[in-house]
Every structure is written in structure tokens, then in C-alpha cells.
């Protein structure tokens, strides 16, 4: 199993590959498929070789390429249903801040967001609250609902304990300075059951969104009273 994380803008991506298989996780901001077709190319990977595009949720920073990768890859778009039609109107909402930094970013984030310019993409796979399987795919691996952040936000769990979670914890700068949960979400409380079933699921180490990957242990740590 080889995860390579390919800069979007101010998201990761993450490319997972086994073998001849390739998902992609997530699609970035706008403008960025060209970015992904180049990082493709270093690796070795013809674009038509991504059989699947996961978006983990709805958020502009996450979709904002995605019409542009589908055409450039062929894949189909997954995403979950709660958030499917923020993607096809490309409208998107801004999350809600949870912290005074989070309240604060917000503020900035709503008056940079009239410049935002999303392309719609149709859904081509409508995840539900279930399991959705990667092995079809070429992955071991799944996708599982982790609400808390937003409404419909999902992760990727591998069975080797790679997850890509999206913004269901963050590790970057100027959003955080370590690794640790969102500033922006719908429901804090939902978030930590959402690292419970990760780490239950055999999650070891975190791959988000915003950042370097870390040791699912420090969310251990924070669920820790």
C-alpha cells in the first residue's frame, strides 16, 4: 500500500495506491487539477489509472476541483448524501467556528468566500450511513460515515490503519498548532464518537486534511477525561 500526499492549494490530497489500483482522496480548491495531472506524472500514474474519487465532505476547499479531476480521470465522484447537493449546485456552506480562532477564521474565510468560483460535478456514488467497500476498487480498505465536522463527512480507513479523515482533526498552521480536533464543526461531541470508531475501526495513524499525518494516538490521548 503507497499513500502520497499531493498539495491542493491548502488541502492535501491523498492518492492511495496497491498494486495497479488508485483513489483519490479528496479534490482540493479550485483550479487545481492541473497541479494533480503534474504530481501524477511524477509518480508514474496516468491519470486514467484513479478508478475512484472519495470526497470526504462538502466544503469548498474539498470540492473545488473536483469537476475538473472527474474529467481529467474518468472516476467517479463518491460522496455522502447529506452534503451531495453542495457539490451539485457548488454551493457550498462555510462551517460553523467552534473555537474563538475557529469564530474568528470564519469571519475571513466569509469575506474571501463571494471570490470563490465552484464548479457543479455530479454524484456518480451516494454514500449512506453504511459501509462502502474499496475492494471493488483494488483498495483493502473502506469508507465510513464520521460526522462531527459536517453533517456528512466521511473517512477513508485502510486495513494496514491508515485513515484519511478530511477535517475531522487537523494538524496545520494557522488552523492549529498540533494535532488535534477541528476549529470549524457541526457537533464537537459528534466528532469525538467519530474518533472513537476510527480508532475501534484500527485506525493508527491519521492522514488530515490540513497537515502531516499523525499518530492516532494522540486522539486517544484527547478522548482521554
Not at 448524501?81 to 477564521?105: D, H, K, Q, S, Y
Not at 470564519?106 to 468566500?113: D, I, K, N, W
Not at 475501534?200 to 491519521?206: D, E, K, P, V
Amino acid at each position: 500500500m503507497d499513500i502520497s500526499t499531493i498539495p491542493l492549494g491548502f488541502d492535501n490530497a491523498y492518492l492511495i495506491r496497491e498494486k495497479q489500483a488508485a483513489i483519490l482522496v479528496d479534490a482540493g480548491v479550485p483550479g487545481k487539477a492541473g497541479v494533480l495531472k503534474k504530481a501524477l506524472g511524477k509518480i508514474g500514474i496516468p491519470p486514467e489509472a484513479v478508478r475512484l474519487i472519495v470526497i470526504t465532505h462538502g466544503h469548498w476547499d474539498h470540492i473545488g476541483s473536483a469537476q475538473a479531476i472527474k474529467e481529467l480521470t474518468g472516476a467517479p465522484l463518491a460522496m455522502h448524501r447529506a452534503e451531495r447537493p453542495w457539490l451539485e449546485a457548488g454551493n457550498p456552506p462555510l462551517p460553523p467556528g467552534v473555537t474563538t480562532w475557529g469564530r474568528i477564521f470564519r469571519v475571513l474565510l466569509f469575506a474571501f468566500s463571494p471570490l470563490i468560483r465552484i464548479a457543479p460535478a455530479t454524484v456518480d456514488i451516494t454514500l449512506d450511513e453504511g459501509v462502502f467497500p474499496l475492494a471493488p476498487y483494488g483498495i483493502p480498505g473502506r469508507v465510513i460515515p464520521t460526522p462531527g465536522h459536517s453533517p456528512g463527512s466521511v473517512s477513508v480507513l485502510l486495513d494496514t490503519g491508515e485513515a484519511c479523515v478530511g477535517d475531522l482533526a487537523m494538524n496545520k498552521f494557522p488552523l492549529c498548532l498540533k494535532p488535534g480536533p477541528p476549529i470549524f464543526a457541526t457537533d464537537p461531541d459528534v466528532v469525538r464518537n467519530s474518533w472513537e470508531l476510527l480508532l475501534q475501526g484500527g485506525a493508527r495513524t491519521i492522514y488530515p486534511a490540513h497537515g502531516k499525518p499523525f499518530a492516532a494516538a494522540i486522539l486517544k490521548k484527547d478522548l482521554s477525561p
